[in-house]
């Protein structure tokens, strides 16, 4: 199947700090990309749709100046954490479509 | 709209037993289904899918049942072993839409 990798994969910062995710697709292009948020024991909640060269597509309840998403290449989509909380500490996984959704490893994020 | 759960459901199989996740979903559009298997700590990895005019499919040890009546969902894992163990999810797409819903997932644990 399609390779989606992110980058890093754990990251701990302090409270008020910004903190970059990226995603890439390492062996296809990827027009449209999707970032996901997990809680401990709880499915995968979709927070937006990353399009390459245009705005992304945020899902109702998700503060897009709070969750910024940069989709500058077709293999490179970014989610940079503003400000970020301890609220904010989770599990983010992108994912891209070929034929199929493929995940990328996800990202630990802790906000102390 | 999206399932997040509150617990986990659990599935606990001896090793060398058939295992048998179910699923419901509650978009009669929905044409797309896809099987996921999360391991602690790790992206959803993709197992195997199934299209709407299809009512089974078989891979490598799984086999995917799809009751369109009663819109129902399962996934059968042949000669459970330990490495199964994980959390499956299971996700629907609807046509023309390339966001996928999850369902709340399904913890399977392999007994010796």
């Known amino acids: 199947g399609a390779v989606v990798s992110q980058h890093p994969s754990r990251v701990i910062c302090k409270s008020g700090t910004s903190v970059k995710i990226e995603c890439r697709s390492l062996?296809?292009?990827?027009?449209?990309m999707f970032w996901y948020r997990q809680f401990p024991k709880q499915s995968l909640m979709l927070m937006a749709t990353s399009n390459e060269g245009s705005k992304a597509t945020y899902e109702q309840g998700v503060e897009k100046d709070k969750f910024l998403i940069n989709h500058a290449s077709l293999t490179l989509s970014t989610l940079t954490v503003t400000s970020a909380h301890p609220e904010d500490s989770s599990f983010y996984i992108c994912?891209?479509?070929?034929?199929?959704?493929?995940f990328g490893p996800g990202t630990r994020l802790l906000v102390l | 709209g999206e399932s997040v759960g509150l617990h986990l459901p659990t599935l606990s199989v001896q090793e060398g037993d058939n295992s048998i996740i179910n699923c419901a979903y509650s978009n009669s559009a929905s044409d797309y289904f896809i099987w996921y298997k999360q391991e602690s700590g790790k992206g959803p990895q993709f197992i195997i899918d199934i299209r709407s005019n299809m009512d089974k499919r078989q891979g490598q040890r799984v086999t995917v049942l799809l009751n369109k009546t009663v819109k129902h969902l399962s996934l059968q894992i042949a000669a459970t072993q330990p490495g199964d163990s994980a959390v499956y999810f299971c996700?629907?797409?609807?046509?023309?839409?390339?966001?996928?819903?999850f369902g709340q997932g399904t913890r399977l644990t392999i007994n010796p």
């Open positions: 996700a629907e797409n609807r046509s023309g839409a390339q966001k996928l819903v």
């Open positions: 994912s891209a479509n070929v034929e199929t959704q493929y």
């Open positions: 062996d296809f292009q990827a027009t449209t």
